[in-house]
């Protein structure tokens, strides 16, 4: 039987979660200061969708986000693509448009979808539900909201995203 593994990649600015969020998925784990395992470039988890399985390989970056150093390598090949904002980090939500043409321009059209991370932070919230929505209406994305510290969510991300390719 041939097993299907799909290149997920998650992208957005530093802080938003996406280390934590692999993390979360893969290991069952949350801690405060997440610091990449030196020398990994990603953590897989298999799930079995109607039957079949699936390996996800969530490859994380080792914070070139934030110097804009993502290599053409991190992207090369992926199936599919987590886009990452914060709740209470209106830059890491404005900065959703220019990601998601990273993502276009070294990997063309893949399933993509909007994560808003850290709902749990709810009160401390700086972007609109309403605004949110069409953000990611105009990037032709699905939005779901998540928190990985309270493990809201997660699964649902990825098992989606796994769903969206296997469809395709
Ligand atoms: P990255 O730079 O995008 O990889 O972000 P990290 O995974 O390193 O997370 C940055 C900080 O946000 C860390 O202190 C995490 O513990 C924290 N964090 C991640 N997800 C959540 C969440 O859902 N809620 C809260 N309150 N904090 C979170
Ligand atoms: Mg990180």
């Known amino acids: 039987e041939l097993e299907v593994a799909l290149k997920v990649v998650i992208v957005g600015d530093g802080g938003v979660g996406k280390s934590s969020m692999i993390q979360r998925y893969c290991r069952g784990t949350f801690t405060r200061d997440y610091k990449k395992t030196i020398g990994v470039d990603f953590l897989e988890r298999q799930i079995e969708i109607d039957g079949e399985e699936v390996r996800l390989m969530l490859w994380d970056t080792a914070g070139q986000e934030e110097f804009d150093a993502i290599t053409k390598a991190y992207y090369r090949g992926a199936h599919a693509c987590v886009l990452a904002f914060s709740t209470t980090d209106r830059d890491s939500f404005l900065a959703l448009h220019s990601w998601k043409l990273k993502v276009e321009n070294e990997c063309g059209e893949i399933p993509t979808i909007i994560v808003q991370n850290k709902i749990d ?42 769903a969206r390719c296997l469809a395709d």
């Open 121 to 162: 932070l709810m009160d401390q919230c700086v972007v609109g539900p309403d605004e949110a929505e069409l953000v990611a209406r105009a990037l032709g994305c699905r939005l779901m909201r998540a928190s990985v510290k309270e493990d809201v969510n997660v699964s649902a991300v990825f098992r989606a995203l796994a």
